[in-house]
Nanobody, 122 residues
Framework: QVQLVESGGGLVQAGGSPRLSCAAS????????MGWFRQAPGKEREFVAD????????YYADSAKGRFTISLDMVKNTLYLQMNSLKPEDTAVYYC???????????????WGQGTQVTVSA
């Protein structure tokens, strides 16, 4: 049973730099793709970034490029999202996701965390 548990959200001032964590358990994740998504109030869930467990290569949505960094600690089985220069429009529930395929579509991830709220105040 795969479990993904996010942490690190909260209330942040604009310009802040929180780091989200996602502790993964229940599988050997060596061939998995791990992703971060977010959903703002009244909006569809959107892709933020993903990373291949096998290559360590990350991919980013345009909104995240240059401000967010996705990374893995393969010893701790933990996924991170370092967020810098936050804006009020980054306010959302941030979700961690995992999938055993190399290039899952945004709606094809098999496993999801419960989400962590990030609220950015102006």
């Amino acid at each position: 049973q795969v479990q993904l548990v996010e942490s690190g959200g909260g209330l942040v001032q604009a310009g802040g730099s929180p780091r989200l964590s996602c502790a993964a358990s229940g599988r050997t994740f060596s061939r998995y793709t791990m992703g971060w998504f977010r959903q703002a109030p009244g909006k569809e869930r959107e892709f933020v970034a993903d990373i291949s467990w096998s290559t360590g290569r990350g991919y980013y949505a345009d909104s995240a490029k240059g401000r967010f960094t996705i990374s893995l600690d393969m010893v701790k089985n933990t996924l991170y999202l370092q967020m810098n220069s936050l804006k009020p429009e980054d306010t959302a529930v941030y979700y961690c996701a995992a999938d055993p395929s190399p290039n899952p579509g945004d709606y094809e991830y098999d496993y999801w965390g419960q989400g962590t709220q990030v609220t950015v105040s102006a």
